[in-house]
């Protein structure tokens, strides 16, 4: 077995902020990803690609669409042939901080043993993950120092030869906590109530933690909240089967969020032998009955929250009674909200209405409701709160997957940061921003029309995002939607963009001509 030298730094830090790791041949890019995160001290909780431009060739954890500049690859292929021909590549690492990192192949280590990656050298601390990027991170420094960890390269290493010797056939929960930081176990314990902790030393937290999160008191009413998908697959992880295809490796957040689930590289995820026993002591049909019951009403919250932001229960219960078989009915209803209230508070019970979790906060649904107008909810159909309880309340339409399609052909926009821009755009839309708010994050996702035509081209595709999106402020109606039931008057409805010359007004609201502004912007 040989190894690979590689130089990993941060693109754009000053001074350079880098690891040198010894990777062993034949692994994996996922498994290559996956060495990055544990060098870099993160947590794997964002999408991320490898790119050897030279090459033409992009790494991505699932399919991609095909595109005339990159051939697309998955990240389950071993790293040999790509790396061994090239002397850089980029690693790119959630995709709205923006981390990209320049990998250079140093040397080729041909008597390399360990079957496990180690970081021989590095310069700079601990990047907290998600600090919102490099910039982010340099204001962090200077501001607040002692938020800034020192990199523990002793650690890294330990956590590397622990992960290559680690059975996965049976683990016991605390090998799993060993190798936690005591900020993530912190994370646990106040998920599960516990407080008062942060005084203790890491190995005592870690102890009371466990303790206390295996308790069927506390274990249970968790598990309650599982949902269908994520169900199946910890069932599935518990049977000895560790694989989890890359399109599902969201469903683990909730249960590794709690502490009940570990990733491993390559899309491998353990539970300890001490959570399957405490779940089998609970486990029972009629368990799986309530606990798939509390799931559905959670998907018709989600979807309500989604669609009017403050939602009278009679609404859900109308919309739930429509589609299934058994009735629901107000006391279930408040009962499952208690039930997922702790742990999937999408949503808050105030005044005898179900209020988005944040206006709740912030005490803003009067102000809203002001602004909401009095027409008929919006029913959605069955396949749309399936689709948005999947999708954390985004719901895809065929305007949006237009404009999906403009910005990366026509705006070589990455095909890897098309959701979230997707997602931000209908979310400002839903809640009633204005054309100045969508074109102010295009410009945070680092998209500028400097062409005449490509504004036009895209100010006629917002137009029909915007009528074909639903609005909390319509109770979930699209504006054509209003305009075709007689709920609003035409002018309401936005208008086709016509043809932008340099001297015209800027559509992005500004007040200022088109080459004067959105013309002349630049990164």
Same mark, same amino acid.
């Given at each position: 077995?040989?190894?690979?030298?590689?130089?990993?730094?941060?693109?754009?830090?000053?001074?350079?902020?880098?690891?040198?790791? %010894?990777?062993?041949?034949?692994?994996?890019?996922?498994?290559?990803?996956?060495?990055?995160?544990?060098?870099?001290?993160?947590?794997?909780?964002? &999408?991320?690609?490898?790119?050897?431009?030279?090459?033409?060739?992009?790494?991505?954890?699932?399919?991609?669409?095909?595109?005339?500049?990159?051939?697309?690859?998955?990240?389950?292929?071993?790293?040999?042939?790509?790396?061994?021909?090239?002397?850089?590549?980029?690693?790119?690492?959630?995709?709205?901080?923006?981390?990209?990192?320049?990998?250079?192949?140093?040397?080729?280590?041909?008597?390399?043993?360990?079957?496990?990656?180690?970081?021989?050298?590095?310069?700079?601390?601990?990047?907290?993950?998600?600090?919102?990027?490099?910039?982010?991170?340099?204001?962090?420094?200077?501001?607040?120092?002692?938020?800034?960890?020192?990199?523990?390269?002793?650690?890294?290493?330990?956590?590397?030869?622990?992960?290559?010797?680690?059975?996965?056939?049976?683990?016991?929960?605390?090998?799993?906590?060993?190798?936690?930081?005591?900020?993530?176990?912190?994370?646990? #314990? $106040?998920?599960?109530?516990?407080?008062?902790?942060?005084?203790?030393?890491?190995?005592?937290?870690?102890?009371?933690?466990?303790?206390?999160? &295996? $308790?069927?008191?506390?274990?249970?009413?968790?598990? %309650?909240?599982?949902?269908?998908?994520?169900?199946?697959?910890?069932?599935?992880?518990?049977?000895?089967?560790?694989?989890?295809?890359?399109?599902?490796?969201?469903?683990?957040?909730?249960?590794?969020?709690?502490?009940?689930?570990?990733?491993?590289?390559?899309?491998?995820?353990?539970?300890?032998? +001490?959570?399957?026993?405490?779940?089998?002591?609970?486990?029972?049909?009629?368990?799986?009955?309530?606990?798939?019951?509390?799931?559905?009403?959670?998907?018709?919250?989600?979807? #309500?929250?989604?669609?009017?932001?403050?939602?009278?229960?009679?609404?859900? %219960?109308?919309?739930?009674?429509?589609?299934?078989?058994?009735?629901?009915?107000?006391?279930?209803?408040?009962?499952?909200?208690?039930?997922?209230?702790?742990?999937?508070?999408?949503?808050?019970?105030? +005044?005898?209405?179900?209020?988005?979790?944040?206006? #709740?906060?912030?005490?803003?649904?009067?102000?809203? &409701?002001?602004?909401?107008?009095?027409?008929?909810?919006?029913?959605?159909?069955?396949?749309?709160?399936?689709?948005?309880?999947?999708?954390?309340?985004? &719901?895809?339409?065929?305007?949006?997957?237009?404009?999906?399609?403009?910005?990366?052909?026509?705006?070589?926009?990455?095909?890897?940061?098309?959701?979230?821009?997707?997602?931000?755009?209908?979310?400002?839309?839903?809640?009633?921003?204005?054309?100045? +708010?969508?074109?102010?994050?295009?410009?945070?996702?680092?998209?500028?029309?400097?062409?005449?035509?490509?504004?036009?081209?895209?100010?006629?595709?917002?137009?029909?995002?915007?009528?074909?999106?639903?609005?909390?402020?319509?109770?979930?109606?699209?504006?054509?939607?209003?305009?075709?039931?007689?709920?609003?008057?035409?002018?309401?409805?936005?208008?086709?963009?016509?043809?932008?010359?340099?001297?015209?007004?800027?559509?992005?609201?500004?007040?200022?001509?088109?080459? $004067?502004?959105?013309?002349?912007?630049?990164?």
């Amino acid at each position: 077995m040989g190894a690979y030298q590689l130089k990993i730094t941060i693109k754009g830090s000053k001074p350079p902020i880098w690891r040198r790791i %010894l990777v062993p041949e034949g692994i994996t890019f996922a498994k290559l990803h996956q060495v990055i995160q544990t060098a870099f001290s993160w947590s794997n909780e964002h &999408l991320y690609q490898f790119e050897f431009r030279s090459e033409g060739v992009r790494v991505v954890p699932f399919e991609e669409n095909e595109s005339k500049k990159f051939q697309y690859i998955l990240a389950e292929e071993t790293i040999d042939k790509l790396v061994s021909d090239t002397g850089k590549f980029t690693y790119t690492y959630d995709f709205g901080d923006n981390w990209i990192h320049a990998i250079t192949v140093e040397e080729v280590i041909p008597d390399y043993k360990a079957p496990y990656a180690q970081v021989v050298k590095f310069k700079g601390d601990i990047i907290p993950e998600n600090c919102g990027g490099l910039k982010a991170y340099y204001e962090l420094l200077e501001k607040s120092p002692e938020m800034i960890k020192e990199y523990d390269m002793a650690s890294v290493n330990e956590a590397f030869r622990q992960n290559g010797h680690v059975s996965s056939e049976e683990v016991h929960i605390a090998e799993i906590y060993k190798y936690y930081d005591k900020n993530s176990i912190l994370e646990i #314990a $106040k998920r599960h109530g516990m407080s008062g902790l942060a005084k203790l030393k890491k190995e005592e937290l870690a102890e009371r933690t466990i303790s206390h999160i &295996l $308790k069927k008191e506390v274990m249970r009413p968790y598990f %309650l909240c599982v949902r269908d998908s994520e169900m199946k697959l910890f069932e599935q992880i518990a049977e000895g089967n560790f694989e989890v295809a890359s399109c599902d490796i969201e469903e683990m957040d909730f249960l590794y969020a709690g502490g009940y689930l570990t990733s491993e590289a390559d899309s491998r995820f353990l539970t300890a032998k +001490e959570v399957i026993e405490a779940y089998q002591e609970f486990n029972s049909p009629e368990f799986q009955e309530e606990r798939s019951r509390i799931s559905t009403i959670g998907d018709y919250l989600c979807a #309500a929250n989604s669609l009017y932001a403050v939602t009278p229960p009679s609404v859900i %219960l109308e919309t739930f009674n429509k589609y299934e078989a058994k009735k629901l009915t107000l006391e279930e209803l408040l009962h499952a909200y208690e039930c997922l209230r702790p742990y999937r508070s999408l949503v808050a019970y105030v +005044e005898g209405s179900f209020v988005d979790a944040t206006l #709740a906060e912030h005490k803003s649904y009067g102000e809203f &409701l002001s602004r909401q107008k009095k027409v008929p909810y919006y029913i959605p159909t069955q396949q749309e709160i399936r689709f948005m309880a999947d999708n954390e309340g985004f &719901l895809m339409t065929p305007e949006l997957h237009q404009l999906g399609s403009f910005l990366t052909k026509e705006m070589n926009v990455d095909e890897d940061m098309i959701p979230y821009i997707l997602r931000q755009i209908q979310a400002q839309i839903s809640l009633g921003g204005q054309l100045q +708010e969508v074109m102010d994050d295009m410009e945070t996702f680092g998209i500028f029309f400097d062409e005449a035509e490509h504004m036009e081209h895209f100010a006629s595709i917002i137009t029909d995002v915007w009528n074909h999106t639903r609005l909390v402020l319509n109770r979930g109606h699209k504006p054509y939607e209003m305009v075709m039931k007689g709920l609003e008057g035409v002018s309401n409805q936005r208008k086709v963009a016509k043809k932008i010359y340099p001297n015209d007004p800027c559509p992005c609201g500004s007040g200022r001509k088109y080459k $004067k502004c959105c013309m002349k912007k630049r990164d």
